[in-house]
């Protein structure tokens, strides 16, 4: 069964966060959850491709995009 994963709060400012997370299926968890101004997505996640990232966000209409 397939674990949560947990992001890593990289840096905290008083105008933003940065969150970090090592895969596919964990960013889009994140993704799920939160709301992303930006997002820089690594193409060779250890579990797809970071493009899948960015579909999911495009098909899901999230406010990430």
């Not at 709060?9 to 993704?31: P, Q, T, W």
């Amino acid at each position: 069964a397939y674990r949560a994963e947990r992001y890593k709060l990289v840096s905290e400012d008083n105008d933003y966060n940065i969150l970090s997370v090592s895969s596919v299926k964990g960013a889009k968890e994140l993704c799920d959850k939160h709301y992303f101004d930006i997002a820089i997505v690594d193409l060779g996640l250890h579990d797809g491709s970071g493009s899948e990232v960015c579909q999911y966000l495009s098909q899901n209409n999230l406010k990430s995009l």
